[in-house]
């Protein structure tokens, strides 16, 4: 993990496995406790990170090195997360149409995790850049 005093970010590197959902979610929560944050903003950014982070390694394509990379920035009154990975060839510049929040039926399994996002989140979105697709979302704190 990469963070400085100066630098309110953490940016680590998962392997892209489910697994590293939980590892990274456990670092996050350090962070937002040593951060003192209110218990129902905490909860927000851990849940919308998980979304993503989940996303990212269940549906997305890995970078080169076999790694999705995971950002945290906590700022006094908000929090901006982000979560990169390569665009997969087969799909290319159209990826970005992927990422629009569905409605799952009432007995879905699945198929939430972006209507979450978009509904806890100030705002979210999708870049492409250079072959990576990134998706950022950012929520503010009331004080």
């Given at each position: 993990?990469?963070?400085?005093?100066?630098?309110p970010c953490?940016?680590?590197?998962?392997?892209h496995?489910?697994?590293?959902v939980?590892?990274?979610?456990?670092?996050?929560?350090?962070?937002?406790?040593?951060?003192r944050?209110?218990?129902?903003?905490?909860?927000?950014?851990?849940?919308?990170?998980?979304?993503?982070?989940?996303?990212?390694?269940?549906?997305?394509t890995?970078?080169?090195?076999?790694?999705v990379?995971?950002?945290w920035?906590?700022?006094?009154?908000?929090?901006?997360?982000?979560?990169?990975?390569?665009?997969?060839?087969?799909?290319?510049?159209?990826?970005?149409?992927?990422?629009?929040?569905?409605?799952?039926?009432?007995?879905?399994?699945?198929?939430?995790?972006l209507?979450?996002v978009?509904?806890?989140?100030?705002?979210?979105?999708?870049?492409?850049?250079?072959?990576?697709?990134?998706?950022?979302?950012?929520?503010?704190?009331?004080?």
């Amino acid at each position: 993990m990469t963070t400085s005093d100066q630098d309110p970010c953490t940016r680590v590197h998962l392997w892209h496995d489910l697994t590293a959902v939980a590892d990274v979610r456990r670092a996050l929560v350090r962070d937002l406790e040593q951060a003192r944050l209110e218990r129902r903003a905490a909860e927000d950014v851990v849940l919308v990170f998980s979304e993503l982070v989940s996303n990212a390694v269940e549906h997305g394509t890995p970078h080169g090195c076999g790694h999705v990379e995971a950002t945290w920035c906590l700022f006094d009154g908000g929090a901006r997360l982000t979560v990169a990975g390569d665009v997969d060839p087969e799909v290319g510049d159209e990826v970005v149409d992927r990422f629009r929040p569905g409605q799952a039926s009432e007995f879905a399994a699945r198929g939430r995790g972006l209507a979450i996002v978009d509904h806890v989140c100030d705002q979210w979105g999708v870049d492409l850049d250079d072959g990576t697709v990134r998706v950022t979302a950012e929520l503010t704190f009331s004080s």
